[in-house]
């Protein structure tokens, strides 16, 4: 590459520009997009996710990719990564992208500071319409995972893993099921992950319970 052109990644496509007076619309606008539609560029090579505006120089050394995402017709929302302010350009940030602008490790958890330090799960979503900025924080995860303390049936439990299935639940709740063929179960749930509070599960399905989730499960006949 010579030193006259910069390659800039934006949402995993390479594209080689004029090192010269590059901008944040030059950038947007090799990527297909446009300032005037409000899409908005953020960078998020070096740790964080902040904006890029259509006028702001967009600079790299001749060693650094520079990387963007484009939130079509986005809008700017904040949050906190171990203290430190992102921008971004959608309602909600996944948990993996965080995990993955931060380099955070498979053996790291991420968790919600202002939300009593719930964690998130894998494969979640941030909400980043609300009025305040959520906080992320980084922290080790024991090889041996703390129990999860529910209730379920009015009785206290702890669970030794946060994601059960219907069946565990089940099994929980009726643990001497053989006299138990002809009936079906119903798997309720409130004060749970802060992404689905209250529902409902049907077989297979799991259930990422956080401390003091409210789980019921009922069996009726099936006649």
């Given at each position: 590459m010579?030193?006259?052109?910069?390659?800039?990644?934006?949402?995993?496509?390479?594209?080689?520009?004029?090192?010269?007076?590059?901008?944040?619309?030059?950038?947007?606008?090799?990527?297909?997009?446009?300032?005037?539609?409000?899409?908005?560029?953020?960078?998020?090579?070096?740790?964080?996710?902040?904006?890029?505006?259509?006028?702001?120089?967009?600079?790299?050394?001749?060693?650094?990719?520079a990387t963007f995402r484009v939130h079509r017709n986005g809008g700017l929302r904040h949050l906190k990564v171990d203290g430190r302010l992102w921008e971004w350009g959608a309602a909600g940030i996944q948990e993996s992208d965080i995990r993955e602008i931060a380099d955070v490790a498979d053996?790291?958890?991420?968790?919600?500071?202002?939300?009593?330090?719930?964690?998130?799960?894998?494969?979640?979503?941030?909400?980043?319409?609300a009025d305040w900025v959520p906080?992320?924080?980084?922290?080790q995860v024991a090889t041996e995972r703390a129990t999860v303390p529910v209730v379920v049936n009015g009785r206290s439990r702890e669970l030794v893993a946060e994601d059960v299935t219907y069946e565990d639940l089940v099994g929980r709740a009726f643990p001497d099921r053989r006299d138990l063929a002809n009936r079906m179960f119903t798997v309720t749930y409130r004060d749970g992950p802060a992404d689905r509070p209250e529902g409902s599960?049907?077989?297979?399905?799991?259930?990422?319970?956080?401390?003091?989730?409210?789980?019921?499960?009922?069996?009726?006949d099936k006649s």
């Amino acid at each position: 590459m010579s030193s006259e052109s910069i390659t800039v990644v934006v949402d995993g496509k390479e594209h080689v520009l004029p090192r010269g007076a590059l901008t944040g619309r030059d950038v947007l606008m090799a990527a297909g997009g446009d300032p005037e539609r409000r899409d908005v560029l953020i960078r998020d090579d070096g740790g964080a996710a902040r904006l890029v505006a259509p006028t702001d120089p967009v600079e790299a050394d001749e060693d650094t990719v520079a990387t963007f995402r484009v939130h079509r017709n986005g809008g700017l929302r904040h949050l906190k990564v171990d203290g430190r302010l992102w921008e971004w350009g959608a309602a909600g940030i996944q948990e993996s992208d965080i995990r993955e602008i931060a380099d955070v490790a498979d053996d790291v958890g991420l968790f919600l500071a202002n939300s009593g330090g719930e964690p998130l799960r894998r494969g979640s979503m941030v909400d980043l319409t609300a009025d305040w900025v959520p906080h992320v924080v980084t922290r080790q995860v024991a090889t041996e995972r703390a129990t999860v303390p529910v209730v379920v049936n009015g009785r206290s439990r702890e669970l030794v893993a946060e994601d059960v299935t219907y069946e565990d639940l089940v099994g929980r709740a009726f643990p001497d099921r053989r006299d138990l063929a002809n009936r079906m179960f119903t798997v309720t749930y409130r004060d749970g992950p802060a992404d689905r509070p209250e529902g409902s599960l049907v077989p297979t399905q799991r259930l990422h319970a956080t401390r003091g989730t409210v789980i019921n499960v009922t069996a009726t006949d099936k006649s």
